[in-house]
Every structure is written in C-alpha cells, then in structure tokens.
C-alpha cells in the first residue's frame, strides 16, 4: 500500500445555504496551494475551525475543537463516484483534507496523525465521526443520499489539533499513536445512527466528546434494563 498522504487542503468559499434557512455555510470547500495554519480553534460556538481561512457557519452543530478539522479519503470519493456515475473533486464532500493511502474509517477513535515531513507539521488526534446533515443532502443533489450514506458507514473522521503547525499538499501523514481498543470511525458512526446497541462503547473512550459521551450516558440511562 502507498504511504499515506494529504492530497488536498480544502478551504470552504461561503455560499448561500437554502438547506437550513442559515445565511450561509462553509461546505464548498476547495483546494488551496500553499502551507496552512492548523491550530486549536477552542470551543464550539464560534464558528472558529481548525484551518486558517475557514470557518463554520452552523455555529450550533459545527465547528469548534472536537470538529477542528475533518478528513475523507480520496478512495472513498472515487467509490461513490463509482456508484452514482459521478466525479467529485477534492474537497466536494466538505472535508478540509482529502487523503490517500490511509483507511480513514478503520481510525480508531484516539488514533493521532502526525502531517508533514519528518514529523514537523500539527498532531491532529481522531474524536469522532461526522453525521450527515441537511446541507450535506442539500450539496450532493442525490434523492435518498442521507439514508445512502449512513447506511454504507463511510463517515469520514473529525479530528482535534493537539499540536499547531503547518500542512500543504503533498505531506505524508503519519499515524504515531494506535489506542488500545477496537473502536473505529466506522464503529462510531453505526453506534450514533444505525447500530445503538454499539453505543456502550462509546462512554469509555477519553477521546470520544464529552458532550456527545454525556448525551449517550443519560439516553443509556432512560433505556430499560
């Protein structure tokens, strides 16, 4: 397998967003030339993203230090290209990285990536992954898309910056540190949308947000026994 490596920095361009009545959202992204600031953009609410020059604008849902930064594999792009006959450039899904050589949803929540040559760019770490969304739906134009995509569990992590620094195309990215468990993007995903049977092993991982862990401890609490 070729190493592993960041095809593409995507920034979003604002366009109108029709989809949740908001003014606008960050989902257009594309490719820029040049190095990026990765940094730690803080709490949710702001809009503030990891990458220099984007941001969220559904500030509620979006944004903030467990959504700094999302990633999609240019293989997974190319195998829904494959299925809806199309060609998705890089960034078209909304990610801010686009990969390859690297199964991004084998990740395990906690897995941390190191960007860039001889281990000098930002460490990023796997918090969680990303739910599909009426703007999403909206961007893609595919009658029946959200159940589409949730059902082939092909979600795409979101990831903290732990450490700034720079990336650019062209940078490998390393995975440093594997935690010790089996929990995966993929898993993650199923546990949130089509499998909560799954959701027990969410509560106990550090990594996983605290608020979504919050959130999946009372609703665990309310279920019978």
């Given at each position: 397998?070729?190493?592993?490596?960041?095809?593409?920095?995507?920034?979003?361009?604002?366009?109108?967003?029709?989809?949740?009545?908001?003014?606008?959202?960050?989902?257009?992204?594309?490719?820029?030339?040049?190095?990026?600031?990765?940094?730690?953009?803080?709490?949710?609410?702001?809009?503030?993203?990891?990458?220099?020059?984007?941001?969220?604008?559904?500030?509620?849902?979006?944004?903030?230090?467990?959504?700094?930064?999302?990633?999609?594999?240019?293989?997974?792009?190319?195998?829904?290209?494959?299925?809806?006959?199309?060609?998705?450039?890089d960034g078209f899904f909304g990610e801010n990285l686009t990969t390859a050589g690297i199964d991004v949803n084998a990740a395990l929540i906690g897995e941390r990536w190191r960007i860039g040559a001889a281990g000098t760019g930002p460490l990023l770490e796997i918090s969680c992954p990303r739910i599909p969304c009426a703007t999403f739906a909206g961007r893609l134009e595919e009658a029946g898309w959200l159940r589409r995509f949730t059902?082939?569990?092909?979600?795409?992590?979101?990831?903290?910056?732990?450490?700034?620094?720079?990336?650019?195309?062209?940078?490998?990215?390393?995975?440093?540190?594997?935690?010790?468990?089996?929990?995966?993007?993929?898993?993650?995903?199923?546990?949130?949308?089509?499998?909560?049977?799954?959701?027990?092993?969410?509560?106990?991982?550090?990594?996983?947000?605290?608020?979504?862990?919050?959130?999946?401890?009372?609703?665990?609490?309310?279920?019978?026994?």
């Open positions: 397998m070729p190493p592993a490596t960041l095809l593409s920095v995507n920034i979003g361009r604002p366009r109108p967003n029709p989809w949740k009545r908001l003014p606008a959202t960050g989902i257009d992204k594309r490719p820029v030339t040049g190095p990026v600031r990765v940094s730690a953009p803080g709490p949710k609410g702001t809009g503030a993203v990891g990458l220099a020059g984007d941001r969220a604008h559904d500030v509620k849902h979006h944004g903030g230090a467990d959504q700094a930064v999302y990633a999609y594999a240019r293989e997974d792009l190319d195998h829904w290209g494959r299925e809806l006959g199309r060609t998705f450039a059902r082939e569990a092909l979600p795409g992590p979101y990831l903290r910056v732990l450490e700034p620094g720079e990336i650019r195309a062209g940078d490998p990215v390393d995975v440093v540190h594997r935690p010790g468990h089996e929990v995966t993007v993929a898993v993650s995903f199923r546990a949130l949308t089509t499998e909560p049977e799954l959701l027990p092993l969410l509560v106990g991982l550090d990594a996983f947000p605290a608020e979504d862990r919050a959130a999946i401890r009372r609703r665990l609490d309310r279920e019978p026994h």
